[in-house]
């Protein structure tokens, strides 16, 4: 049987090299984790230990509940909490004044807590997605309740600041997955509400998926899977998300950053990747400007041509010799009006003519080793090994 966690999915998506640090090479850095995640983790005890306690007819006062926060908050705490926003401003302190007013909010809100059943809390259970019963996925749900109109509650605690859109609720993967665990756990869930308590915004967003839907999703699930299974190159991909990422100290994206960090302020200046950075960055602008001054004088020397009568405009030891003609363009790649050029070209029998092998391309599929391997053995026979070094100056 192979298990598979949602969050295991969603990091593949993200970037596959996150996914092999984290679930194949199962490295640990310096950073443990974000401080939102921390303060998502207080948070979501806080909310267990209230329904727990009310499951036992016991009925915890705010103050119990923020007092029991802060007390997980302190002993949890340690170096290794990073704290993407800290040049903002943002302190350890604010977040945890955060979870504060998240869980004073919710209390307020939902007091006594009488609006549906708890059936269970921060649920451990899997299901198989397929008839092999050879893949099974983990269905953790923070609160599972019954409203009682007899419908089951799918609750989740959000801590982000920011929040879903119904048309992104309706389309989210996580819950839906967890609602096709329960229906095959629980055969008399007809109805099944999907709910997220955004605890920054005090509010709740709902939705539903048909029997379809969920079936759809299973299948969707399992192929993801497939493609897991299947990937054997894992690269990085930058996003918005890597600020939040732990493995930030051994992508190669960010090592050299992390490595720079770490050093004195003398020391940064005499690292040797510091310095090339800073020189090709320095050469790439004065080869700008000197490629915009050499179109100026392009244009300069037509019209000198042009108004004395002459192909060649001579220098102290040089000759430039200037020549202008007219140039026709047709549809590129991204012309809507491409694919009827290329019929017409056909149609008038001029492809074998005009058709060159896409060798970019070529090159590209041979590499992805996507071709039948006596295809591939075919094709190399005419290419010649060599390497493209790309270099792509960028803001920090
Ligand atoms: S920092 Fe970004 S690119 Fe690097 S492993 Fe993490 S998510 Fe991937």
Same mark, same amino acid.
């Given at each position: 049987?192979?298990?598979?966690? @949602? ?89 945890? $004044? ?7 909010? @919710? ?25 092999? !019963? ?23 605690? !959000? ?23 329960? $229906? ?6 007809? $109805? ?31 192929? /993801? ?42 020391? @940064? ?31 300069? /020397? ?87 070094? @790309? ?6």
């Amino acid at each position: 049987m192979k298990l598979y966690s @949602y969050s295991r999915l969603e990091t593949f998506e993200q970037c596959h090299l996150k996914f092999k640090f984290a679930y194949i090479d199962k490295i640990e850095t310096e950073v443990e984790e974000s401080v939102e995640a921390f303060l998502g983790s207080r948070v979501h005890e806080a909310l267990d230990k209230l329904y727990r306690d009310l499951m036992f007819e016991k009925l915890d006062s705010l103050q119990e509940l923020l007092d029991f926060y802060n007390s997980e908050w302190e002993k949890n705490w340690n170096e290794g909490i990073l704290i993407v926003r800290a040049g903002k401003g943002y302190s350890q302190e604010n977040y945890r $004044k955060m979870g504060e007013r998240f869980i004073s909010d @919710y209390y307020r809100h939902y007091h006594p807590f009488n609006q549906s059943r708890t059936i269970a809390l921060e649920t451990k259970e899997h299901i198989n997605l397929d008839d092999g !019963k050879e893949y099974h996925i983990h269905i953790r749900i923070d609160r599972l309740s019954m409203s009682p109109e007899g419908a089951y509650e799918i609750h989740d605690y !959000k801590t982000s600041s920011s929040i879903k859109t119904q048309e992104e609720a309706d389309c989210d993967r996580q819950l839906a997955i967890y609602a096709y665990g329960i $229906k095959k756990m629980f055969p008399d869930a007809k $109805k099944i509400s999907l709910v997220w308590h955004y605890l920054a915004f005090d509010r709740e967003i709902h939705s539903e998926r048909t029997d379809e839907q969920l079936e759809d999703l299973r299948k969707d699930v399992l192929e /993801l899977i497939h493609e897991v299974e299947a990937c054997r190159e894992f690269p990085p991909k930058m996003s918005a998300l890597c600020s939040w990422c732990e493995f930030r100290p051994v992508c190669p994206n960010f090592k050299h950053l992390y490595e720079l960090e770490k050093k004195p302020a003398e020391e @940064y200046k005499d690292d040797n990747g510091v310095k090339l950075a800073n020189e090709y960055a320095e050469v790439s602008e004065n080869v700008k400007e000197l490629s915009e001054k050499a179109d100026e004088l392009k244009a300069r /020397l037509k019209d000198f041509a042009a108004r004395n009568n002459v192909n060649i405009v001579y220098g102290s030891d040089v000759k430039v010799f200037v020549k202008s003609y007219p140039r026709l363009s047709f549809p590129k790649r991204e012309d809507e009006r491409r694919a009827d050029f290329i019929n017409t070209i056909k149609a008038l029998g001029l492809w074998d003519r005009l058709a060159e092998p896409n060798t970019f391309e070529l090159s590209k599929l041979i590499e992805s080793g996507k071709l039948h391997p006596e295809i591939q053995k075919m094709l190399e026979n005419y290419a010649e090994k060599g390497e493209t070094i @790309y270099v792509r100056l960028m803001k920090k």
